[in-house]
């Protein structure tokens, strides 16, 4: 009963966490579908015929082009005040004092000689403002989020409809010139490319040099229809120095020259664009939603007038993805489907001389292909997902349906005026910005409120959790009564919600249902808790850590508000782990449990009785300690650099053998990774043997003999098909293939039986039962009270052992009458560890298969990591201790900082791009199919193996494994 | 039980006076004067400590050029740990405050300060092993961080060598509880930690992006290591001082 009460509450504490995660991410990851559909050049958006004018012109698309070429200038990071003219002439206040401001010189000439001609815009960028996000966002209009719930699995292509896809299918040749993030996005989009890498960004030239190089020989050469030209070094300026710095003012003046360059070779039928895709804060980073990291610049220059009317004094504000579908009808192309911008409608003012009202029946027309196109992209949308809100998605259909009859009314009535003209591009306008509006509302918005709810929901829990773990290892600890209240209450408060959200006539939500849930059995526990149990103990108590440690769990704690301790993790865990060992190792000799306490006086009275002798020689716990530290440092080897911190070097030891190409270095490498399997293999089979655990006949310990040699075995088998399954020969593809499917699966079949095994028959004990003949019943001294030293102890287990026999023995004696029965038990000391070390050699294997065989030695370091953190924990621990299964602050500490420090050293990173996908692939080669759980399943365990490993092994207790009888 | 009836055999408030004077015993008067005098001498000695690495930062100004803390850290690495070395020594030889062993022969001495420079090399390369174990690079900086070792010894080990000579159960005596025996070991002790700890924080800003020049590797430690045994030698009078009434060291 109290085994079953003890597991519902520790399901229920894991309930609480699961909704405080759940509601925590539901207000911060920002998910949208990707539609896959297209527009294309026969299939207008909406019903109706080619707009006015274009009719039976060549070459249009849903709408004449107006230009047949673009030069798309792309500067990373060009905010919009680095491209703002500078007045001269305001009084009072300096003119260009810092270095960003004025730079940009040649915008300001062209501005003013040619207003016609050139127009400045300040685009205001959706978050995140990160620079693949926002080129997602330039190339098909939409709102990238964190997470784009994509169809392909590891892989950045863009799969949604895109300008960049349109130009390919409408057969224009589109030639790249800059950041290599554009190679990843649109794989063999570009008729000509010159890719640089954006990896490092101290380099603030060899991008933009690169380019430069390019630039005007393929400009002059005439074979590109769009040129693209992508700038880093301003970013990276950004980045390195801050926008303050003077390097900054040199970059803008080249980026001055390059356009002033271009725009003298800007030929009548080229449109130019010079757009930032963000800005940068007033230190140079960006990601986030402040206004100067939202803030982009967008200039656009012909050498034909474009515009009707000269520029007005402040430059209009714009959103970014207006320039999707301006340059999409503007270059006779179809709108992506997936758009959401609406198209700058000064732009569209046509031809000056053949209509009443040329310029704005050309905008109206334009704003309403826009229109159609937004209107059938949400209805596609809000088919295919609930994202959208229903009741305001029914309103702009009222509102667009409307717009669209006065506009059809409009072609169709000759007698049209300029009012009527201005009434339906207002009402297209406010249907496109209202589309806009709600799907930002939808997909771009943190909800803090989830948010807050979320980390404290998450923060109470873990108090709960500390408070429980004191309070539960006192005897009497009313399980059942205290969770049956909580319960209760979660369903009541849960249901109450239920009922007021559907009195309303709101939404169901299982994550706040779930969490008013949590809430309601939270505070419900901890009053009942409280009022019965605690306010009898004084507060002291509750929270037992000691200093030291809680200082470095503080700081541990702090770290995570900085975001370059954050980036620094992988750095911080093992300098925070070397720390608490060595403190450790320190602490022991303070309390002198090192050393003999002859060494500790004054030699004079060297010769006194000693009053208790440590466990130890003097040195033991100190190799200890070094060992520990020396296999931190090891696995500190196999590191995967953030993307944050360009100076750094990724091991290379974490990419696969396959990927190797010296043959010779690849059979040493594989070597090495078999030999630590096998090390681990032996030393997990030696322990075994030391402590006795061998010799039992039970289950779990045949599978150990036999199935664990199999299972390294298989996987040996796998690296090394999988290491070089291309120089198979022909003949055995079909076996190496059959073979890298069979074996990882085999593994995992035999890691799972082993389990179940150890599941049903956990107890290695050897239990021997005979006939005695002579004994005789020993007499038992009494002794009360906890052993103090190792002369009570010698004394004491012996006791034990011979109270258990003669307990055995007298109940035999009443079950089996007949004769007199002695019963052995061996390894009663590692009765625990053992299972505990099976279940970890079993879970480790299967875990191994998903990393790259390298990791392996990472993995014998973990296990000997885990090995030697015991032992040392273990001669720390005084024998009168509270118990075996009091685990001390010190142990809970290491193990969590281990986790995280394996963590990395398994190649990890705790960002999306780090993730390991192929992971999923593992024993799976041809894919799953539809299904998503089972991959789902395998990244995640490669993910977090190295906290399943180390929550295993936080369970056996240190002074079981160390005290073997 | 030897040990215990000992104890208590002895009046609690015994002095082992630290200077070369006989033990003056018994007369709680005359031991607190004792121990002022010594706290006095103490703080004496420690100033000149301090002064010594505020010189090792203004001397090497007036004699190299572009000389800077951080512009040339090596060359104050270097600087400073022969100052503070050469005050300890000369400390050492003028205060005494150990008394000497009876053999004093001149083979004796030789052979004292040949294992004392052993102990010291010793300790710079252990102290490189330990940073290097907990996250230093492992070839590239080798000389800063060797360096860094070095001054670290220069704060932690040549104190211990000049106060309890070459003789390891001494210092694993005076850093355990209730080791030390007298005032001496006691700010010993309290300056030795302090260091340790100073260069332990030195090293948490190194990841913060501030980009100042001082979080390069190992600037940031010395740093550490330096104010850490400053304030180390400011603490330990003062804290003796404080809690005169409550030390009393057995003389056992």
Known sequence: MRKISVLLFLGWVCFLFYAGIALFTSGFLLTRLELTNHSSCQELPGPGSLPWGSQGKPGACWMASRFSRVVLVLIDALRFDFAQPQRSHVPGKLPASLPFLGKLVSLKRILEIQPHHARLYRSQVDPPTTTMQRLKALTTGSLPTFIDAGSNFASHAIVEDNLIKQLTSAGRRVVFMGDDTWKDLFPGAFSQAFFFSSFNVRDLHTVDNGILEHLYPTMDSGEWDVLIAHFLGVDHCGHKHGPHHPEMAKKLSQVDQVIQGLMERLENDTLLVVAGDHGMTMNGDHGGDSELEVSAALFLYSSTPLFPSTPPEEPEVIPQVSLVPTLALLLGLPIPFGNIGEVIAELFSGDKDSQPHPSALAQASALHLNAQQVSRFLHTYSAATQDLHVKELHQLQKLFSKASADYQWLLQNPHRTDVTLRTVIAELQQFLRGARAMCIKSWARFSLVRMAGGVALLAAACFLCLLTSQWATSPGFPFCPLLLIPVVWGLAGAIVCAGLLSVNGLKLDSVVLGAVAAVGSLLAFLWKAWAGWGSRRPLATLLPIPGPVLLLLLIRLAAFFSDSFVVAEARATPFLLGSLILLLVAQLHWEGQLLPPKLLTVPRLGSSAPVGSPRHSGTYALRLGVGLLLCTRLAGLFHRCPEETPACHSSPWLSPLASMVGGRAKNLWYGACVGSLVALLAAVRLWLHRYGNLKSPEPPVLFVRWGLPLMALSTAAYWALASGADEAPPRLRALVAGASVVLPRAVAGLAASGLMLLLWRPVTVLVKAGAGTSRTRTVLTPFSGPPTSQADLDYVVPQIYRHMQEEFRGRLEKTKPQGPLTVAAYQLGSVYSAAMVTALTLLAFPLLLLHAERISLVFLLLFLQSFLLLHLLAAGIPITASGPFTVPWQAVSAWALMATQTFYSTGHQPVFPAIHWHAAFVGFPEGHGSSTWLPALLVGANTFASHLLFAGSRLPPPPTLALPV | ?252
């Open chain 2, 1 to 252: 039980m030897g040990l215990q009836t000992k104890i208590a055999l002895f009046p609690p408030r015994r002095l082992n006076c630290p200077l070369r004077c006989r033990c003056v015993s018994q007369i709680s008067t005359h031991g607190n004067t004792m121990k002022d005098t010594d706290i006095k001498r103490l703080l004496y000695t420690h100033l000149l400590c301090i002064f010594s690495i505020i010189l090792s930062v203004f001397i090497p100004s007036f004699f190299l050029e572009n000389f800077s803390i951080l512009e040339t850290h090596l060359t104050w690495l270097c600087i400073c740990s022969a100052f503070v070395t050469a005050v300890n020594l000369l400390l050492y030889l003028v205060v005494k405050p150990t008394a000497s062993s009876k053999k004093s022969s001149l083979s004796h001495k030789i052979t004292r300060f040949l294992k004392c420079c052993i102990y010291f090399l010793m300790s710079c390369f252990s102290f490189h092993i330990i940073f290097v174990l907990y996250g230093a690079p492992l070839i590239e900086l080798v000389l800063e961080t060797f360096l860094f070792a070095v001054i670290l010894s220069t704060f932690t080990t040549v104190p211990c060598l000049c106060l309890l000579g070459p003789n390891l159960k001494a210092w694993l005596r005076v850093f355990s509880r209730n080791g030390v025996t007298s005032i001496w070991e006691n700010s010993l002790q309290i300056t030795t930690i302090s260091s340790f700890v100073g260069t332990w924080l030195g090293a948490l800003p190194i990841p913060l992006d501030w980009e100042r020049p001082w979080q390069v590797w190992p600037i940031s430690c010395t740093l550490g290591a330096t104010f850490g045994y400053v304030a180390g030698l400011v603490i330990s009078p003062l804290w003796i001082y404080w809690n005169r009434k409550q030390l009393t060291y057995k003389n056992n």
